[in-house]
């Protein structure tokens, strides 16, 4: 097969993700839903980090899940397990999620109208980077144990997400972890990344991480009550 | 676009990876080359793995790697740091080496008769799984960091695999690493694997790994004897 039509095949591919996306935007946006999608490398901790987050935040506002994964649906039973509902999707073969299975999770869930969707990727620094999902941004979650070059070696993950959570800070002295350079390979790649350091397993960093995602509902708000007066 | 459109430009794509990977199978057996696809998540040791291991070897026999990685060349000029010959292989969006990747890079390295070729893929537990390069097995490398349940999350990685090197190995007590359940999971989905544990730190079980390659170098070469006598 020619390269010209395996390009041609990847563009109509992303084509139809990119209008599906608008799609589950527009719906975020009516029901007043603030949506996130995480993305990692397997192992990062976005699961551990997510179960932490809902059942601290579940109180204040309606939240969602849907967690994605090649196989078993632990993730979101894990979820589950913290009161807040979770939706798995199922990739099988595939690397990464597309808005098409956002679209359909959305519905399996509770109304969640004024709340929060968090969408845990599947675990990849790749493949997830292409594919808009409709969410408000991605956060890329970056654990210390990893190293500090991965933003330089999988740059396009850090070039489209608005946050980087660095994740098990508190290896980072066991691991001679230096935070300083992981934060310049980042910014490197992507001048504007917001940074953030906590531990999903001690629970520090979290206040400043619930700050950030305030700021950003704040934000989208202003951002559709600006369009509605408009 | 149709999912059969999909589905059959997949077929073509892998088909053709396929025709090649024969190709550079069959270089590699006329040149008593013995090569090792190394995949893992980002950041699960692959290249300080494989600094020790070549270092420690290359007074045996002819050692080349090939480095995959989306940017930078930072890992070939690690192994370079050593003394063996290595050649960068950036994938720019893309996943995964493809065989056609490797035929070319081989070219590059200086002859490798009667020893190692090993071969660093991209830093991905997904897409690498379906894509064979020639190799003589796939080497799945999983750091205690990760947790136990990557084997039945991403199991065609693992299935793929003959050996899974359990790495970081020195960490597991500071994480609660359960090393049994992570070999009854990576067994679950292939019962066949082979499993040894390591730490690229500290060099803890890198004697089991020589062993491990020895005893693959003499398999292939009876099996080539054999072909040869029959």
């Known amino acids: 097969m020619s390269s010209d039509r395996i390009i041609q095949v990847e563009r109509d591919i992303l084509g139809k993700n990119d209008r599906l996306a608008a799609d589950n935007r527009a719906r975020f946006r009516a029901d007043d839903v603030l949506a996130f999608n995480l993305v990692s490398s397997p192992g990062a901790g976005k699961t551990t980090l997510l179960a932490r987050a809902v059942s601290e935040l579940k109180d204040n506002c ?68 292409a594919f808009d999902l409709g969410e408000a941004c991605k956060i890329v979650v970056l654990s210390t144990t990893e190293g500090e070059d991965k933003p330089l070696k999988y740059p396009n993950m850090f070039a489209v997400s608005s946050l980087m959570l660095i994740n098990k800070i508190d290896l980072a002295p066991v691991l001679d972890f230096d935070l300083a350079r992981t934060i310049e390979y980042a910014r490197r790649v992507n001048p504007k990344i917001e940074v953030l350091t906590l531990s999903a397993r001690t629970g520090e960093g979290f206040a400043a991480f619930y700050a950030w995602i305030r700021k950003r509902a704040e934000k989208a708000r202003a951002a559709s009550l600006s369009a509605v007066s408009a």
């Open 62 to 129: 309606p939240i969602g899940v849907i967690e994605g994964d090649q196989q078993t649906s632990n993730d979101a039973e894990r979820i589950r397990a913290t009161g807040v509902p979770a939706v798995q999707v199922n990739t099988g073969k595939g690397c990464h999620l597309d808005a098409a299975m956002i679209g359909e999770a959305y519905d399996r869930l509770p109304r969640l109208n004024g709340g929060i969707l968090f969408i845990e990727n599947v675990g990849n620094l790749v493949c997830p980077a």
